[in-house]
Structures are given as C-alpha cells and as structure tokens.
C-alpha cells in the first residue's frame, strides 16, 4: 500500500496494511508497519489520492483532509475509529494580590521607640509562564525524558508544531464599561506573552495555552489513558484569576499602598475608609465561617455602598488623611473601585452568598 499526492499539510500515522506514512516538518518518508498498527490522519485541507492493491486489483481511492484540530482520529485494524483527546490539565488559580512584606526592609517610624512593624502587608499578583526550552516545561514528551529533535538524532524525538495562548474575561454587571468581555488570542512563541499583572484582571478571567507538537516515533502521551501510541499531541495547560473574601482583602492593603499617580496618596486615599473596609471583610467571613450567610451577605452590601459612594474619577487636590476629595481611585488607568466591586459581585454571584468563595 502506498500514498500519494499529499495536499495537506500533516501526515499519516499509518494504514493497517503495512506502510506508514510520517509527517515531520514538512517531509514524508514510509516504512513497514506490522498488521496491528493503528492508523491516524491530520490533514490541513484538499484531498489525497490512495492507491491499493488488493488481490492484484489497483482501487484508486479519494479522502478528503480535514482540518487538523484538538482530535486526532485512530483507526484500528479490525475495529471502528477511536478519538485521541488533548492532555487537558486542571486549571491553576492565580489571585490579583497576595500576603507579603518587605522582610524587614520597609518599617514604620515610631521616634523614641525606633522602628515599628513592617509597612508592606500585600503584593501584587503576577501570571509568570516558563515554558523553558521549545517549551519543554509544557511537552509531556520532554518530561518522559525524550529529547528535542536535532540533526543527524536517531530514535524518538519531538518538535513543536503549534503555540496558542488565549487569554479570556467573563461579563459582569457592574462596571461593565471599565471591564468589557474580551477575548486575546496569541499565537507563536515570539508573540506570546508569559508575564501578565493581575491586579486589574477580574475574576473567572482565562488564560489557556495549547501546544501541539510532533514525535518522530508513536508516543503514547497519557499512559494509561485513553490515547493510543501517536506522532501528534496536543497539551492544554489553564490559570484563572479567583477571588476569596481573603484576596480582595489582600486587594485593599495594596491598593491602601500603592500610588494615584503623582498625587502623593494611595489608591485608597480616605485614611478613615480604609480600616472599615478591612473591617467588613473581617466580619463578613467571620460571619460565613460560621454559616451565618444571611448576616456576611448583608455586611458585604454595606461594603459595596462604602466602596460605590467613595469611587473618586480624579486625585485629592491635596493630600489630606481623610474628608471631601479622598476615597478610591476610579480612573481608566487605576479602575481600583471598580475593581473591588466585580470582585464582591464574584463571590455574591446570583444574590446568593458562596461560603466557598
């Protein structure tokens, strides 16, 4: 059996009666197979001429290409086609800001009593994907010890064939002017973005990275899973942006620490404000804790008018602790009130108060 007048653009794995077709970056070469191979086809688009010969009779047979996608087909010798899934792995939380300090660097002043406790009480969150080599950190293949194709290698090896990240927002009610759906495709290593600041990134925000790659020789990619032995794998890694009634506290100390601008105050700027906010999320979760969800959805309301009522869209003319003029930055560069708000409406979502959030 043999094949010819490849039009696609990926190859064959193999066709039970005895020749394998094998794609690798952009070649074709054949060799024996025995009869209890299985077979896979990726194609890009077109068609392909199949030539057999069956009890000496020459059957010239047409199939079309499909577009190669997330399933690879195998068709067995003797039994109906069984469908390769990607190795999909559990999606990874990641949090807008989180516990830190200074460690010990960053002190307050007390004068005769000398330096008080440290003033950095959260950091801001960061999304840092190191795929390392190839992205070999992300190709099960590498972490079974088979190595990077390279010139004159013999025996298994893989190559990268596809890199696509997908960054995704959820809707929201409010503040759905400042935070609209979007949807950020990226495609191919050098325009690929790996390091992504999360402290404006809404909760239920996606990012999905999918790598398709190819081995020289069948590799059976999730052991014993589904998928048979193949030239093609697909991984697909996830990260989402959680919020938890402990992070958004982590938000306000940050945003209670981090700059408006040149204007000499933080993006909290009301020094009275402050603590009642940390205060309601204190209560709250204690209130949830303890399954009293009525009275931690009710304190949680107050929080959102305290934080509605003193959303500022310009700087303090001055920088006073408190009063007319200070509150929380709510500017298309800093949108840190409207970001406290899609974040209750996140763990209040449907009215309903989510102890697990």
């Not at 094949?3 to 190859?11: A, N, V």
């Not at 064959?12 to 070469?29: C, E, H, M, Q």
């Not at 299985?38 to 010239?60: K, Y």
């Amino acid at each position: 059996m043999r094949m010819s007048q490849i039009l696609g653009w990926i190859g064959a794995r193999s066709l039970k009666t005895g020749v394998l077709g094998n794609w690798l970056d952009g070649s074709l070469t054949s060799q024996p197979l025995n009869n209890n191979d299985t077979s896979v086809f990726l194609f890009r688009a077109g068609w392909t001429s199949l030539s057999t010969r069956e009890g000496g009779t020459t059957l010239n047979k047409y199939l079309p290409l499909f577009v190669a996608g997330a399933t690879v087909l195998s068709v067995g010798a003797n039994a109906a086609r069984v469908a390769s899934v990607p190795i999909t792995h559990q999606s990874i939380a990641v949090y807008q800001a989180y516990p830190g300090d200074s460690n010990g660097t960053n002190l307050s002043s007390k004068g005769y009593l000398g330096a008080g406790s440290d003033v950095i009480s959260a950091v801001p969150g960061v999304l840092s994907i190191e795929g390392g080599a190839n992205w070999e950190n992300f190709v099960g293949a590498a972490k079974d010890g088979i190595p990077h194709i390279s010139a004159g290698q013999s025996g298994n090896a893989w190559s990268i064939k596809n890199v696509v990240l997908q960054k995704t927002t959820p809707p929201y009610i409010q503040c759905s002017d400042v935070f609209p759906v979007k949807n950020i495709p990226q495609q191919g290593t050098a325009n690929i973005r790996t390091w992504w600041p999360l402290m404006y990134d809404v909760p239920g925000t996606n990012w999905t990275l999918t790598i398709l790659y190819g081995t020289t020789l069948p590799y059976d990619d999730d052991g014993a899973g589904p998928n048979p032995p193949a030239y093609v794998h697909q991984e697909v890694w996830k990260w989402h942006v959680d919020a938890t009634l402990g992070s958004i506290a982590n938000a306000v100390r940050l945003f209670h620490e981090l700059p408006f601008g040149l204007d000499e105050v933080p993006l909290i700027s009301d020094e009275c404000l402050y603590p009642q906010l940390l205060s309601w999320l204190s209560s709250a979760e204690a209130a949830a804790s303890a399954g009293d969800t009525v009275s931690a959805g009710l304190i949680l309301g107050d929080f959102e008018l305290g934080v509605m009522d003193a959303c500022i869209g310009a700087s303090p003319a001055f920088p006073s602790p408190t009063g007319p003029g200070t509150g929380i930055a709510n500017t298309l560069e800093n949108p840190a009130c409207c970001k406290l708000l899609v974040d209750i409406e996140y763990v209040t979502r449907g009215g309903i108060f989510q102890p697990n959030k």
